[in-house]
């Protein structure tokens, strides 16, 4: 492994702990877990529905992400791994900055949470990876409906 990938997965380590944790204990008790793309997915079981409980649908601690359902650590992945990036950049201090983020939006009178910086980053993934699987869907139905 090169140093570079090490770090990586070092720098955001200790949010990946608590990660493990929460992660280890829903599966413990009925979660399901699978890694995709170098990220533990956990779905499903009691954290799910504390989750559910505070309205949350999916959360990101360093490498590991907790969500509701797989069905919707499906739909959220692109967003959830950009959070991941966020971690391998700022590692530990990724927690302060995101809530310094969420506080400066609200001080501004925006939404602590779609308004937060970091947020903001990650819809932008999302929306990114939405306009090329359209620009692949529709090349591809231009190659299939040629002669």
């Known amino acids: 492994m090169n140093p570079s990938r090490w770090l990586r997965f070092v720098w955001p380590a200790p949010a990946s702990a608590v990660g493990l944790v929460l992660g280890g204990a829903g599966v413990a008790t009925g979660a399901s877990a699978r890694c995709v793309d170098g990220v533990l997915e956990v779905s ?9 409980a505070m309205g949350i649908v999916a959360i990101t601690l360093g490498h590991v992400v907790l969500g509701q ?4 650590l499906d739909a959220l ?15 530990l201090l990724f927690f302060p900055l995101y809530l310094a983020a969420s506080l400066l939006a609200w001080c501004q009178g925006q939404s602590a949470y779609s308004h937060n910086h970091f947020e903001r980053q990650a819809c932008a993934a999302e929306a990114a990876a939405r306009r090329r699987c359209a620009r692949t869907s529709a090349s591809d139905s231009l190659r299939s409906s040629s002669p």
């Open 77 to 91: 992945r692109v967003h959830e791994h950009a959070h991941v990036r966020q971690y391998e950049r700022w590692g």
């Open 44 to 52: 499903g079981g009691p954290p799910a529905r504390v989750m559910r």
């Open 69 to 72: 359902s797989a069905a919707e």
